[in-house]
């Protein structure tokens, strides 16, 4: 995933059965969470390093390691203790839509490798309910499930270990893209559906919820259903997101409480 810092994680063999992976020390931010890289950024006043180009390396990797070398907020992400440079990316809408509260049950799906079940945390948030294809190493607070979201069997584990309604459901859901556009276009469309669908069969009344969504923002038939669901439904694109990426993040507060389309 080309926004994940190279950070060790625990070596699991991928199955299509889920996992679950919960407790273990604290992993939290190292320092103090308000502190998202500015333009100004120290870093991004050093020079702009390129890398050599090895025999054997093909020129994308070279460009990405460039990109991830000159990154202020991955650096930032490094220094902080953070598993992700998207970890300022919830910061930065948390800080715009106070979404997490001391207390919050949040779902996270896609929450590989971390960052936003650390950044939840680290706002006292009482429990956070991830899902991720691939595993992640132990958070506390967290109750991890190394599944595939859109396995027909994927919500049901997921409600199992909620307890009760949650406060706010997260997706930072991206699938690997396939270079083929309206297959990849799909994929996204499909993924961003489910989140949806799965946060309305579930959210308590005046709960929240975040996707990412990709090309200027999600369908329409889908933004005329959350906009029937919830009270305010926004786009948003927080500065932390690279300004060539095609993603935004779409925001839904206030929800009113199911009704079928
Ligand atoms: C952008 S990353 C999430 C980063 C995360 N928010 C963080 O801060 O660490 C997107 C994640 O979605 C996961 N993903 C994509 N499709 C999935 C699926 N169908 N089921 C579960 N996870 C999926 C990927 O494995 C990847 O880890």
């Not at 936003?116 to 429990?127: H, Y």
């Not at 694109?237 to 095609?246: N, Y």
């Amino acid at each position: 995933m080309s926004d994940t810092p190279k950070t060790p994680r625990a070596s699991q063999p991928q199955n299509r059965k889920p996992r679950r992976m919960s407790g273990g020390k604290p992993d939290g931010p190292k320092r103090d969470r308000k502190t998202a890289p500015k333009a100004e950024d120290s870093a991004t006043r050093l020079m702009h390093r390129k890398v050599k180009t090895a025999r054997g390396r093909k020129i994308g990797s070279k460009l990405w390691l460039e990109r991830q070398i000159n990154d202020p907020y991955v650096k930032k992400a490094q220094e902080m203790g953070y598993r992700s440079r998207a970890a300022f990316k919830l910061e930065e809408l948390n800080d715009k839509f106070r979404l997490i509260r001391p207390g919050s049950l949040v779902v996270d799906l896609g929450c590989a490798p971390g960052g936003w079940v650390q950044v939840a945390m680290g706002l006292g948030a009482e429990r956070v309910v991830g899902i991720d294809v691939l595993p992640v190493e132990l958070i506390a607070g967290s109750e991890l499930l190394k599944m595939d979201f859109m396995d027909d069997e994927a919500p049901a584990a997921i409600k199992a270990l909620l307890g009760r309604a949650p406060d706010i459901v997260l997706s930072d859901l991206a699938a690997n893209t396939t270079g083929h556009r309206q297959t990849d276009h799909l994929k996204t469309v499909a993924l961003v559906d489910a989140a949806a669908h799965f946060a309305m069969e579930t959210l308590k009344p005046g709960g929240h919820f975040v996707t990412k969504v990709f090309q200027g923002g999600a369908e329409k038939t889908l933004l005329d259903t959350l906009k029937e669901n919830f009270k305010t439904v926004r786009h948003a694109k927080p500065k932390s997101s690279r300004k060539g990426s095609p993603e935004i993040y779409l925001v839904a507060l206030g929800f009113k409480g199911y009704h079928t389309h």
